[in-house]
């Protein structure tokens, strides 16, 4: 791609102002409202069955890794302030059993687990006795907070 197309535009410049920040600010109407985090929050949204998990990008600035539980199911949550991704544990692989920590080397290695396996962000083994072996991705949104809200009212919201 280039950034020569001809038209004289700052494609390096955000064009909606203030819109990311401005929590009062939206380009249409939308409803339910809930208040319980700031409207232009940054979220990544679990979604298993007809439940809901919310976690706050904000607890992923400086890294981190959380597991967690939504109907039972085992889920891992790992990222840093620019890049996360969520997985789950499915029984039968053995997932579910291992014990993982953060582990961020570059941008090839995001965490590493108790059997030497070291993942990259896309949940693949890229060393160890797994390796070649992916986590199931979750079916999961990453949006705005007052987005999640009107779509999934009332979700729970992952609090450490």
């Given at each position: 791609m280039s950034?020569?197309?001809?038209?004289?535009?700052s494609y390096g410049d955000y064009p909606y102002g203030s819109y990311r920040t401005n929590n009062d600010f939206f380009l249409f109407p939308f409803s339910p409202i809930n208040t319980s985090l700031p409207s232009k929050e940054r979220v990544l949204t679990i979604i298993d069955n007809n439940s809901t998990k919310t976690y706050r990008l904000s607890s992923f600035e400086n890294?981190?890794?959380?597991?967690?539980?939504?109907?039972?199911?085992?889920?891992?949550?790992v990222g840093h302030d620019k890049l996360i991704n969520s997985f789950r544990l499915t029984e039968g692989h053995g997932h579910e059993n291992l014990?993982?920590?953060?582990?961020?080397?570059?941008?090839?290695?995001?965490?590493?687990?108790?059997?030497?396996?070291?993942?990259?962000?896309?949940?693949?083994?890229?060393?160890?006795?797994?390796?070649?072996?992916?986590?199931?991705?979750?079916?999961?949104v990453m949006?705005?907070?007052?987005?999640i809200a009107a779509f999934y009212p009332n979700p729970k919201i992952y609090s450490e």
């Open positions: 950034l020569n197309t001809g038209f004289t535009r890294g981190n890794l959380i597991r967690d539980s939504i109907n039972g199911n085992q889920y891992l949550i014990e993982f920590e953060l582990d961020i080397e570059g941008y090839q290695i995001f965490f590493s687990d108790n059997e030497g396996n070291k993942w990259d962000i896309m949940g693949t083994s890229v060393e160890g006795p797994r390796s070649g072996e992916k986590l199931s991705t979750s079916k999961s949006s705005y907070w007052f987005a």
